[in-house]
């Protein structure tokens, strides 16, 4: 099993930054892939972005692509999710997630551990 734990969420401001950090326990050496996904009220989760855990691959949404930025840390055991100009429709719940996988998925199907969330909420 493999335990995730999200922190720093909160409200911003539209144009604002923060940094979303997920922090992985457990069985951590069966995860090869750890993402963020995001919820907002009435949508379905969709990926914002995901890490290959050794090699350090990426891959981003549309939407986010040149403001957000993945990162992790192997020492730490933690994934990070660096948000740059906020906008008020990235409010949303951020989950962390990790997927035993070779390549990077797209689909919350794909996925096989979860964080609990985290929220999000942009002001204009």
């Known amino acids: 099993q493999v335990q995730l734990v999200e922190s720093g969420g909160g409200l911003v401001q539209a144009g604002g930054s923060l940094r979303l950090s997920c922090a992985a326990s457990?069985?951590?050496?069966?995860?090869?892939?750890m993402g963020w996904f995001q919820q907002a009220p009435g949508k379905e989760r969709e990926l914002v972005a995901a890490?290959?855990?050794?090699?350090?691959?990426?891959r981003y949404a549309d939407s986010v692509q040149g403001r957000f930025t993945i990162s992790r840390d192997h020492a730490k055991n933690t994934m990070y999710l660096q948000m740059n100009s906020l906008k008020p429709e990235d409010t949303a719940v951020y989950y962390c997630?990790?997927?035993?996988?070779?390549?990077?998925?797209?689909?919350?199907?794909?996925?096989?551990?979860w964080g609990q969330g985290t929220q999000v909420t942009v002001s204009s």
């Open positions: 997630a990790a997927a035993l996988r070779l390549t990077i998925p797209t689909s919350m199907d794909e996925y096989h551990y």
């Open positions: 457990g069985r951590t050496f069966s995860t090869s892939v």
């Open positions: 890490i290959r855990w050794s090699g350090g691959s990426t």
